[in-house]
Nanobody
Framework: QSHLVESGGGSVQPGGSLRLSCAVTPSIRPYYAIGWFRQAPGKDREGISCLSTTDGMTYYAEAVEGRFTISRDATKDTVYLQMDSLKLEDTAVYYC????????????????????WGQGTLVTVSS
């Protein structure tokens, strides 16, 4: 049984930065891809970034491209989401999730393709 655990959330002012971590235990190997999603109050969950573990390709939603960076530490089976230039509208609960079976790079943002999910970490951007 695999587990994904997010950490690194918190409160930050607009323009600030945070780095989220997604630790995958016991191993990241079963997953074709690890994605980051977020859900703001009253809104649907949205895919914001994804990293393919097979070829290292990365994917971003338009809302975060150029501000967020997804990366992987292979030695620690951990995927990071570096979030810079944070905006008020980035406030949400952030989740990482993994795809074990149905990996389609063109559909990386579709939450129903993800098999395992973390519990989420809250990011609050406020002045």
């Amino acid at each position: 049984q695999s587990h994904l655990v997010e950490s690194g959330g918190g409160s930050v002012q607009p323009g600030g930065s945070l780095r989220l971590s997604c630790a995958v235990t016991p191993s990241i190997r079963p997953y074709y891809a690890i994605g980051w999603f977020r859900q703001a109050p009253g809104k649907d969950r949205e895919g914001i970034s994804c990293l393919s573990t097979t070829d290292g390709m990365t994917y971003y939603a338009e809302a975060v491209e150029g501000r967020f960076t997804i990366s992987r530490d292979a030695t620690k089976d951990t995927v990071y989401l570096q979030m810079d230039s944070l905006k008020l509208e980035d406030t949400a609960v952030y989740y990482c999730a993994g795809i074990k079976y149905s990996w389609y790079s063109t559909a990386w943002f579709k939450s129903h393709l993800y098999d395992d999910w973390g519990q989420g970490t809250l990011v609050t951007v406020s002045s």
